[in-house]
């Protein structure tokens, strides 16, 4: 089974920027969608964007416009990279092939003034 491993996240001030990296363990070449997920403190896993392997991009309203996932296959690397940062982005964010149920460690980001 394919292992994640997320990093990248950290503490930054409102308006800031991060960028988060998911490394695979295996090829994602084919595996068709990849997505960014997010568990805020005391709240449930939320899926925050998707791509699949045509390059199609899908986000959740309350990222739409700042968050950018991308994917690459040479690497078997996904990325997030996140602008505007909100205080209620703050989460811990996991990256997954969609529907595998596989998780990682997460990342936690903070966003805090």
């Known amino acids: 089974q394919v292992q994640f491993v997320e990093s990248g996240g950290g503490l930054v001030q409102p308006g800031g920027s991060l960028r988060l990296s998911c490394a695979a363990s295996?090829?994602?070449?084919?595996?068709?969608?990849m997505g960014w997920y997010r568990q805020p403190p005391g709240k449930q896993r939320e899926w925050v964007a998707i791509?699949?392997?045509?390059?199609?991009?899908s986000y959740a309203d309350s990222v739409e416009g700042r968050f950018t996932i991308s994917r690459d296959n040479a690497q078997n690397t996904v990325y997030l990279q996140m602008n505007s940062l909100k205080p209620e982005d703050t989460a811990v964010y996991y990256c997954?092939?969609?529907?595998?149920?596989?998780w990682g460690q997460g990342t936690q980001v903070t966003v805090s003034s």
């Open positions: 997954s092939q969609v529907g595998s149920g596989n």
């Open positions: 295996g090829s994602i070449r084919r595996m068709y969608r």
């Open positions: 791509t699949d392997s045509s390059g199609y991009t």
